[in-house]
């Protein structure tokens, strides 16, 4: 058997697709269980109102229907929805139930809750049941929360959850003595990450077991298992949490939702298996947005465009309640504003207001993508302000490698430590500025081919990855050679058993096709971390390493055992343990699975848990856009694409360029068309995919995407960076920068997203183009 | 509602017979009738591309078409593009090109690849874009279906398939 060592940073066809392509996969909604019934929510279709009465009595007499539910229905008071991430002070008071009670707050909250033998009985009695709602006025911006006429949450006060002040250096005095300054508003577009598989979930409640199994969980499941084993009042090992085929997660799918409680509520009343699949319309007003901030931005630089410091207020509308994600976006958004950059002096008031709209959440790159535009679209003006190239502006502020590390300072609450580790960002915009020809383009913007304008706009990121717990991972050994990983990280569509099953066969030194990587189910592992922020190839590849160092180990004792030799004799080689003195005498790591099983009944396996405490390696780059755009009818096509990311090593670089235009095409999205549009009423206009609208095969640009292995991290023997995010998080930065500079004659600037044509053209109108 | 209807629907060349409503859609009949999941539900509204299936050489959205309008159909679903154990020459090209990750959408690509490549067997890249471009993927950012189409069409052009 020859095999095609090392694994790690070769493009290995993925192990999923074979299911994937045949139609094999199971994904939540393919799962039937045994006397499964469905059930179907009734959704608020105010933004605000309050409740005076449900009657749930036509619904149920609907022949079929076994059940139906509303909040006085339910005997346990539910607990809040916690808060996982950003937990601030003042969000305590704005947490979700399950369930509205007495008020909803936004279009899309769960009123009530019916089951059926099918969905589409479910759904005709949803139709009969009666709310009396009483319309109240609906907050829909930021303003309008701040000046707290009409509050959200009457209990609380305010509508403002939480604020805060953070910074480094004395920002006011460097306003006060530089030369430059400039101040603007952005504001970036609500979206969402809008998977292609909606949510779903099905659950089986025996209260007298007791046992409750979630099938269809995902992302977070150890985190979850112990929420939602408080909120049932049972013991953690009664509550499963089983992962299925995932279509997709992009941050939004996995987190608690109200859904998570709702479900084993049904399966518990009805006592059988109770399976809920969200309809896309759910989906757009059910699952978390994000994105959706104001950042009033201003800077301060010497006339030769050093940056001395850099002044905000980021508000982040934060929709009607709190969710697990809790400050996460406004608060990274603020603490990525200085970016790559050398800035001083930095202050910024972070603000997050509650409004009558669905909550917010992650969207891959929370807040990165959105300071990201604010601050590169700053530093354009200030090029131009200066009369600097804009690539030149970036150099001289760029921090350098003997920078590096830089501790930034806590510009989020509690995270004192932060540091952007070692790197060579100007390197990689040099690499970027070389790949798309800028130094020819620089000349150029604006020229006018075919009646159409170009331009080409930069853009320069920083991102994190790989916080939180420590991942964990078990290799087991079978008698037939095969070879079982097992992980608390999950898999969202991206390749993680592919990548885990590189790691474990190059260091086994086996064949992957003997490997099987299940994930994610509380039921394969004692506990886990979970899978955001860029952080599986880090955290579980190098927990599969160390299970798999761990391995090694033990075939050498068990064959020294075996053997009743000496173990330092013994050394392992090509998934067997030799005999140093007589190569040709060894033992497979099947062989030895049999012995360990004849020996003492136990299986040949091991157990890791990585641990990179905190410490986190920030991915970093830059992008480039050429777009052309026709100013009669403010049509933006982006014809090129370029960026540059260093990710420190790539596992599989086949499916690293797949996370980089993958990103890059739903930034695309969240540049040019992606949209929560909410009417003064909080009734949400793009609730379906006629009206919401995402990026399709036309609208691509030719892309390259170039990973960089030039600065490996230093906090895991591999040397792995994330890669899930630096794809999307300077997309807007670099098409709006391109928009503004092929649009230079007519002064045209982009504080807005999404940039769309008839914005384009109201602007050019009052350009007088 | 109306009274269940008896259906007999041809799919994957099996022929298969079940009861359904009228107003079941033929998604729903193929997914939960007849058990064939691999054809997958993203928006219900015809405009998601991930439910379709291939209908007397069509690529149709099943989540648009009653199960009662297909009868007497020849219906291809994913499950029906390659004999069991095998995976056909497009899908192979998906797998090389790594044209899938979470691979929801990847049953609709691919029914909708071959109802354009049996109409058009030597298409332009702009062609594909264009064919697909009903079809919504949100992890590959659709270069390395185009790619796995393209390369198909190629190859059986040169194999004379």
């Known amino acids: 058997m020859t095999i095609p060592t090392p694994y790690i940073g070769t493009s290995i066809k993925r192990l999923e697709d074979r299911r994937l392509l045949t139609g094999a996969g199971r994904y939540i909604d393919d799962v039937k269980l045994p006397d499964m019934a469905v059930m179907a929510i009734y959704r608020s279709p105010y933004a605000h109102a309050r409740i005076n009465g449900i009657d749930l009595a036509a619904a149920k007499a609907i022949p079929g229907v076994i059940d139906a539910f509303c909040a006085a229905d339910i005997e346990t008071d539910l607990p809040a929805i916690p808060l996982r991430l950003a937990p601030f002070d003042g969000f305590e008071r704005f ?15 769960p009123v009530a809750v019916v089951i059926a033998p099918d969905r589409y009985t479910a759904e005709d009695a949803l139709d009969l049941i009666e709310v009396d709602f009483e319309p109240m006025t609906a907050v829909t911006t930021v303003d309008q929360a701040a000046a707290g006429e009409t509050l959200v949450h009457e209990d609380a006060g305010e509508n403002m959850g ?70 049932f009042g049972l013991p953690e090992d009664a509550v499963e949490l089983i992962e299925t085929d995932v279509g997709g997660g992009f941050g939004a799918r996995g987190e608690l939702y109200p859904e998570d409680y709702l479900v084993p509520i049904a399966s518990r009343r009805v006592q059988r298996p109770v399976k809920w699949i969200e309809d896309r319309r759910e989906n757009l007003t059910a699952t978390n947005h994000s994105r959706d901030i104001v950042c009033d931005l ?29 400050g996460v976006v406004a608060s990274k958004a603020a603490q990525f504003l200085p970016g790559p950059y050398r800035v001083p002096s930095f202050s910024c008031e972070v603000q997050f207001l509650i409004t009558n709209k669905t909550p917010v959440g992650t969207f891959r790159g929370p807040g990165r993508f959105e300071a990201n535009f604010c601050r590169e679209r700053m530093l354009d003006m200030v090029a131009a302000d200066l009369k600097i190239d804009p690539a030149e502006l970036r150099f001289r502020n760029l921090m350098e490698p003997a920078e590096l590390p830089y501790r930034i300072g806590e510009l989020v609450p509690g995270d004192v430590n932060a540091t952007f580790d070692r790197g060579n960002y100007s390197s990689a915009f040099k690499r970027l500025l070389d790949q798309v020809g800028y130094a020819d383009w620089k000349d150029r913007q604006g020229e006018i081919v075919n009646r159409r304008a170009y331009g080409l706009g930069i853009a320069c990121f920083i991102e994190s990855s790989a916080a939180g717990p420590p991942e964990t991972a078990r290799i087991i050994v079978s008698a037939d050679g095969s070879i079982e990983i097992r992980t608390g990280a999950s898999s969202v569509g991206q390749g993680t058993e592919t990548g885990l099953a590189q790691i474990c066969a190059d260091y086994l030194e086996t064949d992957i096709n003997l490997i099987a990587v299940l994930h994610g189910s509380t039921t394969l592992v004692p506990t886990g971390g979970g899978t955001f922020h860029s952080r599986n190839t880090v955290m579980a590849g190098n927990a599969v390493r160390m299970a798999a160092e761990t391995l090694r180990s033990q075939c050498i004792e068990l064959a020294a055992l075996r053997w009743n030799t000496d173990s330092a004799g013994l050394a392992y080689q090509n998934g067997a343990v030799h005999r140093r003195d007589d190569p040709g005498t060894k033992l497979s790591i099947a062989e030895l699975a049999i012995f360990a099983e004849s020996r003492d009944g136990e299986e040949l396996a091991s157990d890791a848990a990585f641990d990179n405490e905190g410490k986190l ?46 990103g890059l095409v739903q930034g695309l999205g969240g540049t040019l068309l992606d949209h929560m549009v909410y009417d003064d009423d909080g009734q949400l206009l793009t609730g379906s995919f006629a009206d919401y609208l995402l990026p399709t095969s036309t609208e691509l640009p030719d892309i390259t995407a170039i990973a960089l292995e030039q600065s490996p991290s230093e906090f895991n023997p591999m040397g792995f960076k994330g890669a899930g995010e630096g794809g999307i998080v300077a997309v807007a930065a670099a098409v709006g920068n391109a928009v503004v500079h092929a649009l230079k004659d007519h002064n045209v600037q982009i504080n807005d997203l999404p940039i769309t044509p008839d914005r384009l053209r109201a602007a050019l109108r009052a350009a007088g183009a | 509602m109306t009274a269940d209807r008896r259906l007999t629907l041809h799919v994957n060349g099996i022929t298969h017979s079940c009861e359904v409503e009228p107003r079941m859609t033929l998604a729903d009949c193929l997914r939960e009738k007849l058990d064939l999941t691999g ?45 069991s154990d095998t995976l056909s020459d497009l899908q192979q090209a998906f797998h090389d090109h790594f044209a899938l990750q979470c691979g929801f959408c990847t049953p609709g690509f691919l029914t909708t690849a071959e109802a354009f490549l049996s109409e058009n067997p030597s298409p332009t890249r702009g062609e594909v874009q264009s064919a697909i471009s009903g079809n919504i993927c949100r992890c590959t950012g659709y270069v390395p279906i185009i790619d796995a189409i393209v390369d198909t069409a190629k190859r059986r052009l040169e194999s004379g398939k």
């Not at chain 1, 979630?214 to 985190?223: P, Q, Y």
């Not at chain 1, 090129?640 to 990311?645: I, R, S």
């Not at chain 2, 998601?48 to 099943?62: E, L, N, W």
């Open chain 1, 617 to 662: 390696s920030y991915s970093y780059g830059a992008h480039a856009a050429l777009v052309a755009i026709d100013v009669a009818t403010g049509v933006i096509e982006v014809e090129k694409y370029v960026l540059t990311e260093e990710i420190g090593r790539a596992l599989n670089p086949a499916m690293v360029q797949g996370q980089a235009v993958g």
């Open chain 1, 95 to 109: 947490l979700q139930r399950p369930i509205a009670r007495d008020k909803v707050r936004y279009v899309g909250e």
């Open chain 2, 39 to 83: 054809t997958h539900l993203g928006c219900e509204h015809g405009v998601c591309g991930a439910c379709t299936v291939i209908v007397d050489g069509a690529a149709v959205r099943s989540c648009l078409m009653f199960a009662v309008q297909a009868r007497d159909s020849m219906i291809t679903t994913v499950e029906g593009l390659a004999a």
């Open chain 1, 298 to 326: 201003e800077v301060a630089s010497t006339e030769d465009g050093r940056i001395l410091a850099m002044r905000a207020t980021v508000q982040g509308d934060m929709g009607a309640y709190i969710r697990t994600n809790g």
């Open chain 1, 162 to 231: 939480t604020s805060y002040r953070v910074g480094r250096g004395d920002a006011d005095r460097a306003f006060t003595e530089a030369p430059y300054t400039r101040r603007e508003r952005f504001t970036t577009n609500r979206h969402s990450a809008v998977p292609m598989e909606t949510r779903g979930l099905i659950a089986e409640f025996d209260p007298d077991r007791p046992l409750l199994r979630l099938h269809g969980a995902t992302k977070v499941n150890f985190f979850n298992r112990r929420h939602l084993a408080a909120a």
